[in-house]
């Protein structure tokens, strides 16, 4: 079987021909105005599945969605779209979602879907919970009564067998601040230093904190799932909002 890869460009067009004659042509062509933009998708996507202060996502398909910049603090939201894109581009790291394509100005990205975590995805893949004990698995399977029982990522998580146990070492969450806190002060904790050497998440996180200025890797709301090469992959799904887009557009 012949593979055959095609360009970005390439890839857009087929999107825009089973998109309900959705066309990023028109939405670039209504940058300057952010309502008509925001009703552009409306009209065509539906209503955002995520709001912010500074973006909306809209659903584009099962593997794409829109990230637009909107709302009063919309410039913020362009310079979150603009450093998202730059920092997947620079760091080309599998930790983050995928960006495949923007406007000229940065008032859109189109960009990976990914399912968002739950404290129990940190434990399945990193074999760590997110808070101090491991949790019961909580995810539900809306379509069971009918005999058609979704697979994918809830059948992986099935065979959970932690509930509610305690752990004694340092949980994701530890990690994840102290990894953050080291951008504003100087800090060490031999402890959390271990387990960040001596696991290839923590370090690539650590990396992109370090090297990019990303902000907000301690709420789990950041994290998503991904398949990579048929293995579950944890994501950072915001990687835009950095050190300068806070300072420069969220400190008053």
């Not at 890839?11 to 959705?22: I, P, Q, R």
């Not at 029982?149 to 994840?176: I, P």
């Amino acid at each position: 079987m012949k593979t055959i890869i095609i360009s970005e460009s390439q890839k857009k067009m087929l999107l825009e021909a089973y998109s309900s004659n959705f066309s990023f042509k028109t939405l670039s062509k209504l940058s300057k105005n952010k309502d008509k933009q925001y009703a552009y998708c409306k009209k065509y996507l539906g209503e955002p599945f995520s709001e912010g202060s500074s973006r909306c996502v809209f659903t584009l398909s099962d593997n794409f969605v829109v990230k637009l910049a909107f709302g009063k603090l919309r410039d913020a939201g362009i310079n979150q779209n603009k450093n998202e894109y730059l920092t997947y581009t620079l760091s080309e790291s599998p930790l983050l979602a995928r960006v495949y394509d923007h406007d000229e100005t940065f008032t859109y990205l189109l960009c990976e879907s990914v399912v968002q975590a739950e404290e129990v995805d940190f434990e399945k893949i990193l074999g760590i919970p997110f808070y101090g004990k491991f949790v019961q698995n909580t995810r539900k399977y809306p379509n069971e009564k009918n005999g058609d029982v979704e697979v994918g990522y809830d059948a992986y998580f099935d065979n959970l067998k932690q509930h509610n146990e305690k752990y004694d070492g340092v949980d994701v969450s530890s990690v994840l601040n102290y990894i953050e806190a080291k951008m504003d002060e100087d800090c060490y904790d031999k402890r959390v230093e271990e387990v960040i050497n001596s696991n290839k998440w923590f370090k690539e996180v650590e990396n992109i904190v370090q090297n990019h200025r990303v902000r907000d890797v301690s709420n789990v709301s950041n994290f998503g799932i991904v398949n990579r090469d048929g293995k579950p992959l944890i994501v950072i799904l915001d990687s835009g909002f950095n050190l300068d887009v806070y300072l420069n557009n969220y400190v008053f």
